[in-house]
């Protein structure tokens, strides 16, 4: 099992920056990719940024040049550094760890909402 604790989201005007953050424990070692799904009202979840263990990242079009996902030297921690953020970016967003050939762990969620 693996448990995926988030922090980090809350309320900004639109330019403005945020950084999420999501701290995995227990069976860490299992873990080959983490990153950040989000969830907009009305719409379905959609990927924004995953790293593997190896480094690679991939983004959503829609975020890139804009958001940054890091980790930690563990590979436990991830982090979203989001900038730039516009209204369209207010969404939950959900922490994922995916072990290979398994099914996502997911967190709890965390808000982010951008308003003017």
């Known amino acids: 099992q693996v448990q995926l604790v988030e922090s980090g989201g809350g309320l900004v005007q639109p330019g403005g920056s945020l950084r999420l953050s999501c701290a995995a424990s227990?069976?860490?070692?299992?873990?080959?990719?983490m990153g950040w799904y989000r969830q907009g009202l009305g719409n379905q979840r959609e990927l924004v940024a995953g790293i593997t263990r190896d480094g690679k990242t991939n983004y959503a079009d829609s975020v890139k040049g804009r958001f940054t996902i890091s980790r930690d030297s563990a590979k436990t921690t991830v982090y979203l550094q989001m900038n730039i953020l516009k209204p369209e970016d207010t969404a939950v967003y959900y922490c994922?760890?995916?072990?290979?050939?398994?099914?996502?762990?997911w967190g709890q969620g965390t808000q982010v909402t951008v308003f003017s």
């Open positions: 227990g069976s860490t070692y299992r873990i080959y990719e």
């Open positions: 994922y760890a995916r072990p290979l050939g398994d099914y996502n762990y």
